[in-house]
Nanobody, 120 residues
Framework: EVQLVESGGGLVQAGGSLRLSCAASGFTFSIYDMSWYRQAPGKQRELVASVTSGGGSTNYADSVKGRFTISRDNAKNTIYLQMNSLKPEDTAVYYC?????????????WGQGTQVTVSS
């Protein structure tokens, strides 16, 4: 059974930090690109950060560049999102995503999400 389990969310004051984790199981983690998405109330889900399967390349939304860092540990089947200098507009449910395209077929998995609330 494929599982992506996020943890580390919570309530934090503006300017604070949180570290999210996403533990994966049930698939070959090391060959999947991994991403963090978020969805705020009344808004569409948006890409926050992504990292390639080998960890050699990362990508960030402009709104989080310089504040968030995505990383992965393929030995532990886990990705992380270090979030610093948090702002109230970072409040959202954060989701972990795994995706792989092979022979023009795309397979992707989603976690259940973890709530991040930043108070002003």
């Amino acid at each position: 059974e494929v599982q992506l389990v996020e943890s580390g969310g919570g309530l934090v004051q503006a300017g604070g930090s949180l570290r999210l984790s996403c533990a994966a199981s049930g698939f070959t983690f090391s060959i999947y690109d991994m991403s963090w998405y978020r969805q705020a109330p009344g808004k569409q889900r948006e890409l926050v950060a992504s990292v390639t399967s080998g960890g050699g390349s990362t990508n960030y939304a402009d709104s989080v560049k310089g504040r968030f860092t995505i990383s992965r540990d393929n030995a532990k089947n886990t990705i992380y999102l270090q979030m610093n200098s948090l702002k109230p507009e970072d409040t959202a449910v954060y989701y972990c995503n795994a995706i792989r395209t092979h022979w023009r077929q795309t397979v992707d998995y989603w976690g259940q999400g973890t709530q991040v609330t930043v108070s002003s």
